[in-house]
């Protein structure tokens, strides 16, 4: 992940590591730079005092071997200044997973879009603390078979997992084997996650061909877009819209899990800056009374802060650009994709 610096946010950055009152979230965050961030200074090093350097690059930076080589400077800084609104409108993973402590006339305004990750002066270790919990930890592993999330998915904001959003990538093969279960699952998800985002948020969802239930014959595209149009009421009275694009894998990819054809089998949820990953499918967590009622046994949520987890989500996007690719690839493509075919994660045709 990298790690957007203005100068006067360095200087902020530095007096906090002495003036922030939990000493165990300064020392956290600064190991987090050291050892997982990738620092993208938007200005030269050769402009910082001397002070500045026996304070910032003499305590942190150096000890980090390898990732120290690979720092830059960004002149001009991006983000452009004067900072717009949108900037990370029509623009990559690597933009709106990307965190910033930066300064600018437009930065309370972005602040409050809780679209991407984005620091106001004098807040810098507040905000990078949102990237772990608890003692230096990076991974919080919800245990369904002791019932925990039995409050439903308020205890994900609770828990620090609902943070600024621009994009959802939802990948689960079985989503729609059962829609009766979306307003108990599926919805409040997808609600609880947008809940603080005041901006167009792009979801996609890629999942298999399956029989329509109680009917037992395969989907349609007119259910398929019905699905669209669900979902995306989803926000509805929301000022922002949902954009949403299902993707179906085409028979040509289904089969069983020893055949070569299989799409991936696993279930995760991807967003600018966590990565769930479930044991059962996202639409059988709750019953009709929200209580929790699967027998899937956990729900393990990531940061992207890691630099392990941040590469598997890398490598999880190239799979899953190159399935897309491939669907665009049949002359009957149209039959495989629905919605809006809006996302910063994927690239569409």
């Not at 992940?1 to 950055?13: A, G, I, Q, R, T």
């Not at 071997?65 to 400077?73: A, M, Q, R």
């Not at 809006?340 to 045709?349: E, P």
Request: aromatic content about 12%; charged content about 25%.
């Amino acid at each position: 992940m990298n790690l957007y610096v203005d100068k006067e946010n360095l200087l902020s950055l530095v007096r906090q590591m002495k003036q922030y009152p939990d000493a165990d979230v300064v020392d956290d965050c600064l190991r987090m730079i050291k050892k997982q961030l990738h620092l993208v200074y938007n200005f030269k090093k050769e402009e910082i005092s001397e002070q500045l350097y026996q304070l910032w690059f003499n305590t942190l930076v150096q000890g980090r071997g390898t990732k120290e080589e690979s720092d830059v400077s960004c002149t001009p800084p991006f983000p452009h200044r004067p900072m717009e609104e949108s900037c990370y409108e029509d623009s990559n993973w690597e933009t709106i997973s990307s965190t910033y402590l930066c300064t600018d006339e437009k930065t309370d305004e972005i602040c409050n879009q809780q679209t991407i990750l984005l620091s106001r002066k004098e807040q810098e270790i507040q905000t990078l603390s949102k990237l772990l919990w608890g003692d230096y930890s990076y991974s919080k592993k919800y245990s369904l078979s002791d019932g925990e999330l039995s409050y439903g998915w308020k205890e994900l904001e609770r828990d620090g997992h609902c943070l600024p959003c621009t994009d959802i990538l939802l990948v689960d093969r079985y989503l729609l084997a059962d829609p009766r279960n979306f307003r108990n699952n599926l919805f409040p998800l997808i609600q609880r996650l947008t809940k603080h985002v005041k901006a167009p948020v792009n979801l996609i969802v890629f999942v298999e061909r399956t029989l329509k239930y109680p009917q037992k014959r395969p989907y349609s595209s007119s259910d398929y877009l019905q699905f669209v149009q669900q979902l995306s009421n989803i926000r509805k009275g929301n000022a922002f819209p949902l954009n949403v694009t299902i993707v179906v894998y085409p028979p040509s990819m289904e089969g069983g899990r020893s055949s070569q054809k299989t799409v991936p089998h696993s279930r995760f949820l991807l967003t600018n800056y966590r990565l769930f990953l479930s044991d059962p499918s996202f639409g059988s967590y709750f019953d009709k009374d929200h209580k929790l009622s699967t027998n899937g046994m956990y729900l393990t949520v990531e940061s992207l802060a890691d630099s392990e987890n941040y590469q598997q989500a890398q490598g999880w996007i190239a799979l899953f650009q190159g399935i897309l690719d491939q669907i665009y690839d049949l002359p009957d493509h149209t039959e495989f994709i629905f919605g809006d075919r809006k996302s910063n994660i994927l690239k569409f045709q």
